[in-house]
């Protein structure tokens, strides 16, 4: 996942829960990525961007789809996930999509997840992806909504579940502190009909008491700890305390809301 303005985004790629975290984006969110990218046509011969890839599940999946004859172009800040030589049809580049120019050729689909919540100039990497559109060609845009649903525990039932909720408070605040719009994901329709697109929707998912919510948990108050302790918003033990609580599996968890919307250029 592409991230603008590297140095002040507050989930580094580098860390070594990052991986851990994407294989749980994966398995929360890649069905619903791929129901709304089948949904859209996709075919054989397809030309498509993936903006801040992050990782290989759906660069992978969209290669399977549009065949040898199509290209997969994936692009992020940070290209470090890219282990192996890309295989044809995947070209994988670095490209900070709220600074570069994007790519100098026209795509039928265009795709990021989340993405531009963590964008400084949202705008810009909008208009960005939008311009790279062939005519006809779709964008899909999918991004968190925690100012939706800003629980880690909707169910506060007892002292473990109101723990995780008061870190959950203090990670956003954490996110909103780096610029990140909390409310961004409700946006999307409205700012994809602003840009002239066509046959604009949008939906949303929302996972809850998932062992991928739960993995991914733990991996995110691994990466923050430390800035979750300097600002004084949680103390080791008791991030010590909520982790045990996590890992004793009996709290559901959920994420922020997932919103897809997409569009067509005219």
Sequence with gaps: MMRS???AYLLDNQQP???????AFSVLFDPTTFRHIERLGIGSGWRCWEVGAGGTSVVSWLARKVGPTGRVLATDIDTSWQTATPRTPVEVRRHDIGVDEPPAESFDLVHARLVLVHVPDRERA?????RALRPGGRLLIEDADPALQPL???DEV?????LANRLRHGFRSLLAERGADLSYGRKLPGLLRAAGLRQVEADAYFPLASPACTALETATVGQI???????????DAEIDQHLANVAEGTMDLAT???ISAWGRKG
């Excluded at 909008?126 to 939008?130: H, P, T």
């Excluded at 007892?158 to 109101?162: D, F, L, M, S």
């Excluded at 700890?225 to 103390?235: K, P, S, Y």
């Design 256 to 258: 922020a809301p997932l």
């Design 158 to 162: 007892g002292p473990a579940q109101e």
């Design 5 to 7: 303005g590297e140095h």
């Design 152 to 154: 880690l525990c909707p």
């Design 126 to 130: 909008l208009a960005s992806m939008i």
């Design 17 to 23: 829960e990052a991986g851990r975290r994407f294989d």
């Design 225 to 235: 700890r430390a800035q979750l302790v300097t600002a004084g918003l949680a103390t």
